[in-house]
């Protein structure tokens, strides 16, 4: 029996009704054909799920749709700015080459957007820390690491700051 | 060749905007009207004859539209899956296999029979209420136990377990040895690997009955030879038949082969009349994309007490799985490149290829060529440590150093220059300081070693002649079709298809430096069969851009050169007195009478063409290279090994590679370290585990299989030189494996270094905190 649903993905605001058993993964992909978040596993290893929710870093492999009733959902395609350009990680995965296959990319952004709102200067360490519920198969994570310290300087010198992404409206 | 702008930029990638926002195309984010979903119901048995199979509950489930079995699916499809001659050509045991089990499984996870249902979770529930009746069968998991006479057998039918055995002879191995005054002797073990791509495996298919044609969308690495498998399978035209992959995260050598599923998906599209999905779950892919690696390899040298090398013997047990996989002979390749980058006497590789009730195993990123680098480097490690000598010294007195170089098995090594690498990487890693500091920390209790790797591999597959008898009958050439529209734009085709290695930004600028365009108006096209050349063979075994990129390269120089024609009639000139600067044609002397490329494109569509030149500006390139290419180069590790927990922390890691001329550092270097960071993997945490009697698979997940994190994976320092391959006019060979086949060794021998104070000469992979620790254990008096 499909239930109501409200909430607000990428600061438009959605009503829906759905399978009780419909993970917020899903919904989003097939729901609101958001396909920019993937699936990478299924027992909540890989991050490549990862959105925010409520500016939070969420897997949302391991989250109901419903259980994000009333929420403010972020997903990568709400990451740029409205007006269009690129959120400073965005441009810092591109400049330092922090993907190959692009299959991760979303659950990175997603999770150092988050990260970077909470401490604007991380050490590797702490970006180490702070990413190690996402995997990469392809990068050797170097790239992703630089790609992370690039757009921090870049937020802390001024470029847009990921808060106003984390709200996403 | 003009003066290059574009080869050797550092240019950022034309694939990622779409990546970065979230706007990529791969194989889940197709879908079609009136899709359904497709389920495999797989045995939970390594090996079990099927008794019954009752799919009525199953079929009477809401949502359900089809319960399909071998029954139904032999009325679609026909003959058996592919297996190549490979490096062994001359096989004793293949077992015949139908894309779904019909009387006997022989691995847990072979598909039994598939659900269709109308949404994906009501096909998967589905799957739990077809009853299969099955008659566990003993298996047999250990690849040596099954190569005894008398052993269990991976299949009943089978006269036994024996799928190859193959002796490379290189030289007189007897007389090598006669002459030894050191012999040194190992047994070192390559684990099963899981690929891993961060993107499973699915495929999309619709047929359309009305015109007989069938479209199949996959994520895969060769689109052309799926279409050629399925195709006769189904007993359709290859022509009726068009396979696309778009982006594809990932495949490591996990999606080159055919799979069971790219039949069954297009066979049930086909029986059902609908457009039918399948995506492979995390689990299903740990448990049946094919494995990497999975061998056993005892190994001797004989040598002098000046380190002169003299034999290597060696021994590759090769651990098939249930059935050979269709590229699975490729890794016997080891044996033909165990001798590396060193002068020998005599090598001698014999390769056994066995089976049991496990998932096959195939190419993994590197095939046989970070085993036998493994193999090597360590067997010369292990002599240095006998003769007391330097590992690096050892090295040098035997680096190969004429070039083109004829290994013992008449390989012939394009260029090299192993001196430079490993000049290159002691001198950045600061070896006698990294000497020191080793000393430093050992008399202060403290386990710390150094590993050096130095390393060639076989790559750039082609050319023609060996590879058509390797494939059994494709020729793995490569091609490429550049077209220039009227208003001077370029579509170019090939038949690589990239998982990750950029080739839409670096073949573009190869064609960007060729015909002078700008690179916004070349569009790289790959991966749909429907579009381009006739065929074309995949992006695998650092092949893309010494064959691919070449056949690029040359297809542009066609166009370029009729282009020359063209533009020397409108400008009323000699062809000889143009030259071609800048995407210009101009008339050598007056530099301002000249004509665009872009103008003569337009011209080449229009009304004043010289006779006989027909219209059009575009041209086909299939390469062929002469030779393979043989890319190097040197690792540099430091680590240190905590005494009490067996725990490994990578210090310090430096690698310097030559693949030749560079097109792109950006993506070279993103190449090798991600490369690295596999063969780290490898070295300290990933194993495909089953249990030795029951056969179950322990390691089902990625909460057992161990992917490194960011945490694993330290910074490194890279550099490179540049040794150009003279096998292709540009120049290059290739970077994808390079570090996956330089690293392992780089670290474990750096691991094995660290203990040698304790007596411990060798440790098998993965060197994990619990292996370590057991053998400090054993090791302490
Ligand atoms: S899909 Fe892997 S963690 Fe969510
Ligand atoms: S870029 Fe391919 S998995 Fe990260």
């Known amino acids: 029996m499909p239930h109501p649903l409200t909430l607000t993905v990428n600061g438009t605001g959605r009503e829906d009704a759905v399978e009780p058993r419909l993970l917020l993964v899903h919904y989003l992909r097939e729901v609101c054909g958001l396909t920019g978040t993937h699936v990478g596993c299924d027992t909540s290893q890989c991050g490549a799920c990862t959105v925010l929710v409520d500016g939070a870093p969420v897997k949302s492999c391991t989250m109901f749709a419903l259980q994000a009733e009333g929420c403010r959902i972020t997903t990568v395609e709400g990451l740029a700015p409205a007006g269009g350009g690129l959120h400073p990680l965005q441009t810092a995965f591109w400049e330092q080459h922090g993907l190959q296959c692009g299959f991760c990319t979303p659950g990175f952004l997603m999770a150092a957007t988050a990260l970077l709102a909470e401490n604007p200067d991380p050490t590797d ?45 | 060749m003009a003066v290059s702008q574009m080869i050797g930029a550092r240019i950022q990638r034309r694939e990622d905007p779409r990546l970065i926002t979230g706007h990529g195309r791969f194989i889940e984010d197709r879908t079609l009207p009136g899709m359904v979903h497709l389920a495999v119901v797989r045995s939970p048995h390594p090996h079990a004859r099927i008794v019954s199979i009752d799919t009525a509950a199953a079929g009477a489930a809401p949502g359900v539209l089809a319960v399909l079995t071998a029954k139904e699916f032999h009325t679609v499809l026909s003959g058996t899956m592919p297996v190549a001659p490979a490096f062994a050509p001359d096989k004793k045991y293949v077992p015949p296999r139908f ?87 190992e047994r070192i073990l390559q684990q099963r690997l899981a690929p891993t791509s961060m993107e499973t495996r699915g495929v999309l298919a619709q047929y359309s009955p009305f015109d007989e044609r069938l479209t199949i969308w996959l994520g895969s690495q060769n689109p052309h030879f799926i279409r050629f498998f399925v195709s006769m399978s189904m007993g359709m035209p290859e022509s009726a038949v068009r396979v696309v992959a778009e982006d594809v995260g990932g495949g ?46 005892e190994a001797e040298v004989a040598a002098r007490r000046d380190g002169t090398l003299l034999g290597l013997r060696l021994t590759q047990v090769l651990d098939l799985g249930a059935y050979h996989g269709t590229f699975g002979a490729f890794q016997a390749c080891a044996g033909l490149m165990a001798g590396g980058v060193y002068r020998w006497e005599a090598v001698e590789a014999r390769s056994v290829g066995v089976l049991t009730n496990k998932v096959p195993t195939d190419p993994y990123r590197g095939a046989g060529r970070p085993e036998a680098t493994h193999v090597c480097e360590r067997m010369v490690d292990r002599l240095a440590q006998e003769l007391g000598m330097d590992p690096a010294e050892l090295r040098r007195r035997n680096f190969a150093r004429e070039f083109p170089f004829t290994n013992n098995f008449g390989l012939v090594y394009d260029s090299g220059n192993y001196d430079g690498t490993l000049d290159r990487a002691l001198e950045l890693a600061d070896y006698p300081a990294l000497r020191e500091r080793q000393a ?21 597959f082609g050319p023609a002649a060996p590879t058509a008898g390797a494939t059994g009958g494709i020729a793995l050439v490569e091609s490429a079709q550049v077209r220039v529209l009227p208003t001077g734009s ?7 298809q990239a998982q990750g290695q950029g080739h839409d930004t670096t073949f573009a600028q190869i064609v960007a430096d060729t015909l002078g365009m700008p690179l916004e108006t070349i569009e790289l096209r790959h991966g749909d069969t429907a579009e381009g050349t006739g065929f074309g063979c995949g992006t695998y075994g650092s092949r893309s851009l010494s064959v691919g990129g070449m056949a690029v390269q040359q297809a542009a120089v066609k166009v370029r050169e009729k282009a020359r024609q063209l533009a020397a009639h409108l400008l009323e000139a000699d062809p000889d007195d143009l030259v071609f600067e800048q995407g210009r044609f101009a008339v050598q002397g007056s530099p301002a009478t000249g004509k665009s490329i872009q103008e003569v494109a337009l011209a080449a569509y229009g009304g004043s063409l010289p006779s006989g030149m027909e219209h059009g500006l575009e041209a086909v390139s299939y390469f062929d290279p002469s030779n393979w290419v043989w890319p190097f180069g040197a690792h540099v590790c430091l680590v240190e090994v905590d005494p009490e927990t067996g725990a490994v922390r990578i210090e310090q890691y430096v690698g310097v590679d030559d693949c030749g ?16 960071a596999q063969a780290i993997a490898q070295a300290l945490y990933e194993e495909v585990v089953y249990d030795g009697e029951s056969g179950q698979l322990l390691t089902g997940t990625l909460l057992d299989y161990l992917v490194p994190t960011m945490n694993e994976i330290p910074d490194m320092t890279l550099d490179r030189t540049v040794t150009p391959s003279p096998v292709n006019p540009l120049g290059v060979k290739g970077i994808g494996e390079a570090g996956t086949i330089a690293a392992t060794p780089a670290v474990i021998n750096a691991v094995c270094d660290a203990l040698s104070p304790l007596g411990i000469h060798h440790v098998d992979m993965p060197a994990s905190p619990d292996r370590l620790w057991r053998l400090m254990q054993e090791a302490r008096p």
């Not at chain 1, 310290?149 to 010198?157: L, Q």
């Not at chain 2, 799979?259 to 492979?280: F, S, T």
């Not at chain 2, 370029?490 to 690589?496: I, Q, R």
């Not at chain 2, 001329?661 to 690295?676: D, S, Y």
């Open chain 1, 125 to 169: 360490e702490e970006i180490g820390r702070g990413l190690e519920g996402n995997l990469c198969r392809c990068t050797g994570y170097v790239n992703i690491r630089r790609a992370v310290r690039a757009a921090a300087a870049a937020m802390r010198a001024g470029a847009e700051p990921a808060a106003t992404a984390v709200v996403g409206g």
């Open chain 2, 99 to 185: 894309p779904i089990a019909e009387q006997e499984v022989c691995f847990q996870g072979e598909p039994v029979a598939v659900v269709v249902a109308s949404e994906r979770a009501l096909a998967a529930d589905a799957v739990d209420l077809v009853h299969v009746e099955y008659e566990p069968l003993p298996a047999i998991v250990d690849p040596e136990a099954a190569m005894h006479p008398g052993s269990v057998k991976a299949h009943t039918d089978g006269p036994d377990n024996i799928g190859w055995d193959t002796t490379f002879a290189g030289g007189d191995i007897e007389a090598a040895f006669a002459k030894a005054e050191v012999r040194v002797k």
């Open chain 2, 252 to 297: 490591f050598g996990g999606k080159i082969s055919p799979y069971p599923e790219d039949y069954l998906v297009p066979a049930a599209a086909k029986l059902l009349g609908r457009p039918v999905r399948w995506i492979e779950t995390r689990t299903e892919s740990i448990q049946t994309t094919t494995h990497g690696r999975g061998q056993v390899f």
């Open chain 2, 440 to 460: 430093e920390a050992r008399r202060a209790g403290r386990l710390v070693g150094i590993g050096i790797s130095t390393w060639v591999e076989i790559c750039g």
């Open chain 2, 490 to 496: 370029a579509s170019v085709f090939v038949g690589t």
């Open chain 2, 661 to 676: 001329t560079v097109i792109n550092p950006m993506i070279v270097e993103g190449q090798v370290q991600g490369g690295v």
